[in-house]
């Protein structure tokens, strides 16, 4: 499975951007897609995730203001922020499971400036 996140960039806080990640190979195989962000540092750490079945997850401080999303035949993965915030700087990496494990695309990094 490959990934390849893009869409980052500079926005002011309170601003939107939409992540998206173009997903190839072993599609079949996969059972959940998500986001993961990361600063220098920290552990990466979940932002959304979204299962074969249409269950999502979202990390706890971006709940209601990111959506995750994936087309029909899971080769298109987005990430749409609304309200960004200055602590939400990071390097966004998209991420695909199956039962042989993780996959993960380059980053892509997003700023927020105050």
């Known amino acids: 499975v490959q990934l390849q996140a893009s869409g980052g960039g500079l926005v002011q806080a309170g601003g939107s951007l939409r992540l998206p990640c173009i997903v190839s190979g072993g599609i079949f195989r996969i059972n959940s897609q998500g986001w993961y962000r990361q600063t220098p540092g920290n552990q990466r750490e979940l932002v959304a995730s979204?299962?074969?079945?249409?269950?999502?997850e979202y990390g706890d401080s971006v709940k209601g203001r990111f959506t995750i999303s994936t087309d029909a035949d899971k080769k298109m993965m987005y990430l749409q922020m609304n309200n960004l915030k200055p602590e939400e700087t990071a390097v966004y990496y998209c991420n695909a499971r199956d039962v042989s494990g993780n996959y993960w695309g380059k980053g892509t990094q997003v700023t927020v400036s105050s």
């Open positions: 979204i299962t074969n079945g249409g269950s999502t």
